[in-house]
């Protein structure tokens, strides 16, 4: 089945450190996503690749990282400068073409301590 | 700049009443894509529906409908003959047609409970 992956769905970590959230697609798209949810804020973007080794900032990208070394992997790293990073993130992915709609992986849950 | 407002927060119904969301937007752009999206309590999001700026016939799928109105910016949701398993937050989107891929503005979204 084709889809994306998010790994872990729950994760706690203690104020001031790195966190990685993993995000894995097979639906061979181009351009994928992060996304912040916070209770009654909607989904915000934080960064977007478009293709490989390429990616932009998104709305709120302060203290957030990305990579994207693969098509199929687009990895969210939570830094110790984000000073409220416990949420929900969600990671989407979209074909090439332009406003095809995006599908989401099932969120990881983040929680700092 | 884009903005998506949906000025329901939370919206209770009895199964089998009709219930309507509304969405309002904002845009300087011609073209431009509108969405719809559902997130169960499992959080993931699911694609509804999307709509281009340049088709305004409403659209049917099954108990669902939508209304996409250029005039007053608005494309709205109707649910007809609610059930229990449409409890969920429901979101509205809209693109941006200068990146060329569609890069999402949200809504702050909908909470909709349908009680039996």
């Known amino acids: 089945d084709g889809g994306i992956t998010q790994s872990p769905k729950y994760l706690f970590r203690k104020e001031g450190q790195n966190v990685t959230l993993s995000c894995e697609q097979n639906?061979?798209?181009?351009?994928m996503y992060w996304y912040r949810q916070d209770p009654g804020q909607g989904l915000r973007l934080i960064y977007y690749?478009?293709?490989?080794?390429?990616?932009q900032k998104g709305d709120i990208a302060e203290g957030y990282s990305v990579s994207r070394e693969k098509k199929e992997s687009f990895p969210l790293t939570v830094t110790s400068a984000q000073k409220n990073p416990t949420a929900f993130y969600l990671c989407?992915?979209?074909?090439?073409?332009?406003?095809?709609?995006?599908?989401f992986g099932p969120g990881t849950r983040l929680t700092v301590l | 700049a884009q903005k998506v407002t949906q000025a329901q927060t939370e919206i209770s119904v009895v199964e089998k009443e009709d219930v309507t969301l509304d969405c309002v937007y904002e845009t300087r752009d011609t073209t431009y894509y509108l969405f719809w999206y559902k997130q169960p309590p499992s959080g993931e999001l699911v694609f509804l529906i999307r709509?281009?700026?340049?088709?305004?016939q409403n659209e049917i799928s099954g108990r669902y409908s939508w209304n996409f109105q250029k005039s007053t910016s608005s494309f709205n949701f109707t649910i007809t003959a609610s059930q229990v398993v449409d409890s969920a937050v429901y979101f509205c989107a809209l693109s941006d047609a200068n990146s060329g891929y569609s890069t999402l503005t949200f809504g702050k979204g909908t909470m909709l409970l349908v009680s039996p």
């Open positions: 639906l061979n798209h181009d351009a």
């Open positions: 709509r281009n700026s340049f088709d305004e």
């Open positions: 690749s478009q293709i490989v080794n390429d990616f």
């Open positions: 989407a992915s979209s074909t090439d073409i332009a406003y095809n709609e995006q599908f």
